[in-house]
């Protein structure tokens, strides 16, 4: 089982009845924006943020935002909502058809921004987490916020390289996980493809 740190957060819920947990759905964040490090993450998922700390916590500091893993740049992996629970993650989101992912996805949270690759242990961390979800719930699908959100969300963004996370995983887990990831690995795995974000990483609107 990968090792976490227990940071509990307030913003969570039961799980629909019956509602299985099928999706994995992986973010990136860095607070302030584009500023790696700090305790910004875990306030704001804690509502503990200060919004005199920063003007863009001003902007954030209401809302009631959390993600069941934290993987932060180190590999230290926060958990702040047992993925047992419904994590407050996704927004207006849809896979697949089905609407409201939060009902059926855990999802991760990278630190990261979008000048900056993601660091080697943050793959590793994550293939490993990813193994242990896959054996505890009936996972169908590894995704991205930008691809349940298309639009509206951005993250992981053009710095995360899919192709590496598959040949992680493949190598050390088998195809068969490998092959639940469901976004494109279009470029090489380690020249992950640059563009535009029109949106800061930090947003989370409700």
């Keep these: 089982m990968t090792v976490v740190r227990s940071h509990s957060s307030p913003n969570c819920d039961p799980r629909p009845a019956g509602e299985p947990c099928s999706l994995v759905v992986i973010h990136a964040i860095s607070l302030p924006p584009n500023r790696l490090g700090g305790a910004g993450v875990e306030q704001l998922f804690t509502n503990t943020l200060n919004p005199n700390e920063h003007p863009y916590f001003a902007t954030i500091a209401h809302l009631r935002v959390s993600a069941h893993f934290f993987i932060r740049r180190t590999g ?34 990278l630190e990261g921004c979008d000048t900056l690759p993601f660091e080697p242990v943050q793959y590793e961390v994550l293939a490993a ?21 298309p639009g509206r969300k951005t993250d992981p963004g053009p710095m995360f390289a899919w192709g590496r996370l598959k040949r992680i995983l493949e190598a050390r887990h088998g195809a068969r996980l490998a092959g639940l990831i469901e976004p494109e690995a279009e470029v090489p795995e380690d020249e992950p493809q640059r563009m535009a974000w029109p949106f800061p990483l930090g947003e989370r609107p409700e």
């Design 129 to 149: 987490l990813l193994a242990d979800l896959c054996e505890r719930f009936p996972i169908e699908g590894i995704t991205g916020h930008s691809d349940i959100a």
């Design 76 to 109: 230290e992996t926060i958990c702040f909502v047992a993925p047992e629970l419904r994590a407050w993650h996704a927004g207006v989101s849809s896979w697949r058809g089905h609407e409201r992912c939060n009902d059926f996805s855990i999802g991760i949270e």
